[in-house]
């Protein structure tokens, strides 16, 4: 009689949060944990030992942070893959992480966490602490963390602000793609940094059935940007890490026609940076470059918006608008050799942006 009640109680229970499931029609999704330690991360937190299984990696055209020193891991439930049958737009699996460390002077400052949960996607910042702690964030973020150099402070972004750009294009994981993972590293990309110690690239993700359905002749022929000159390859690069999250050619700003993300799954002739950017009028005006009308100017970086815009940190010019409050000045010099050097070279139509 007891073991009968008993299951009829159990019964009545499941059937109460089946109800009250489907009533709501949303998944229940645990709240996001209060501290670093309880994310997974670490296997021992006292001696910051990496948990086993998270895959370390790093994306060859990495995302400036005003020279912060960065260390990411990957974390795949167990059986699970991507589906990158479109190179451009990698599908991952409910329970994918991805942790990003952000170190100034050594010492770390956050820790970012990007999950994929049954609801959805999902974005947390965790601030290191004096006490050795890490510390879930507001979703306000904080404005002015540890110091970068004297007089500018490290920013840790809204909740907004990472939806903002993570969610501006087609993929939510802007560093882990056929692209950023390649096995053919562009020797002249800024702030390069080499694969970590037993970290993962797309040639071993695929090897291990992690990733699946990558088109073959990436699997054959590890994807690289297809363009005549070492400059011109790295500056394309930079452009796809640092801009290519937004300027997809898709979504919110769609209609400004201005595209900088390089894509695999449809190679063109000329990369689209340059036929929506060379010798295209600039829809913005800045009344500091009066004189600046041209999105790139063939031949002219003086005379280029885009690098106004990069070399600029006032709030109402600067490009990219969230993440940084340091000029990337390697990147700009970069961006200046390739437009004096290599642009003149590419087919060139003064047409209005769409």
Not at 61 to 90: Q, V
Not at 107 to 116: H, K, S, V, W
Not at 265 to 290: E, G, I, K, N
Request: hydrophobic residues 40%; aromatic residues 6%; glycine residues 6%.
């Amino acid at each position: 009689m007891r073991r009968l009640l008993a299951c009829s109680v159990s019964v009545l229970m499941v059937s109460l949060v089946c109800v009250t499931v489907a009533r709501t029609g949303e998944p229940v999704v645990p709240p996001l944990p209060e501290t670093l330690r309880e994310t997974g991360l670490y296997s021992d937190w006292n001696a910051k030992v990496v948990a086993s299984g998270l895959l370390a990696f790093a994306p060859q055209y990495p995302l400036w942070t005003d020279g912060a020193e960065k260390s990411r891991w990957l974390f795949l439930p167990e059986g699970s893959w991507i589906d990158a049958s479109d190179p451009d737009a990698w599908v991952f699996p409910v329970g994918t992480k991805v942790w990003k460390e952000f170190r100034f002077h050594g010492a770390p400052a956050e820790t970012r966490l990007i999950e994929r949960t049954a609801a959805g996607w999902r974005y947390a910042s965790y601030v290191w602490r004096p006490d050795g702690s890490a510390t879930l964030v507001h979703e306000r973020g904080i404005l002015n963390s540890v110091a970068i150099r004297e007089g500018v402070r490290h920013a840790i972004p809204s909740r907004a602000d990472c939806t903002a750009c993570h969610e501006a294009g087609p993929s939510r994981l802007l560093g882990v793609s056929a692209l950023q993972l390649s096995d053919d590293r562009d020797p002249l990309a800024p702030h390069a940094e080499p694969v970590p110690a037993g970290g993962v690239t797309l040639q071993t993700l695929v090897a291990r059935g992690l990733v699946r359905h990558l088109p073959s002749t990436l699997v054959q022929t590890p994807p690289r940007i297809a363009v005549s000159t070492p400059v011109s390859r790295a500056a394309l690069g930079y452009l796809h890490g640092n801009c290519g999250m937004c300027h997809t050619g898709v979504g919110e700003i769609a209609s400004i026609g201005f595209t900088l993300q390089y894509t695999l799954a449809q190679p063109s002739a000329m990369p689209p940076a340059v036929v929506t950017a060379l010798a295209v009028p600039s829809r913005f005006t800045a009344t500091a470059h009066p004189h600046i009308v041209d999105r790139i100017a063939p031949g002219n970086p003086d005379a280029s918006m885009l690098v106004a815009r990069m070399a600029s940190r006032h709030p109402v010019l600067q490009m990219p608008p969230l993440g940084s409050r340091l000029v990337d000045e390697d990147a700009v010099a970069l961006l200046r050799r390739w437009i004096a050097e290599d642009t003149p070279q590419f087919p060139q139509t003064r047409a209005s942006a769409r």
